[in-house]
């Protein structure tokens, strides 16, 4: 997380989406420095980034 800083959503869907995708990585993989709008689009391509690096991150254990 970014202490000091906002984020504005398309929608509830991509904030769903994003939140979804922070908790399927650990913190440092995720990096929205200078982020400040995410629409729906890169929500979903975001988490979809992230199901397939957890997917890869648990098969190398």
């Known amino acids: ?8 959503y398309q929608s509830l869907e991509a904030a769903y989406a994003i939140w979804e995708a922070m908790e399927l990585l650990p913190c440092e993989s995720i990096n929205f420095s200078g982020v400040h709008y995410i629409s729906d689009e890169a929500a979903a ?4 980034l992230a199901r397939l690096k957890a997917v890869i991150l648990s098969s190398a254990e």
């Open 1 to 8: 997380m970014i202490c000091n800083s906002y984020v504005i």
């Open 45 to 48: 391509a975001n988490l979809e």
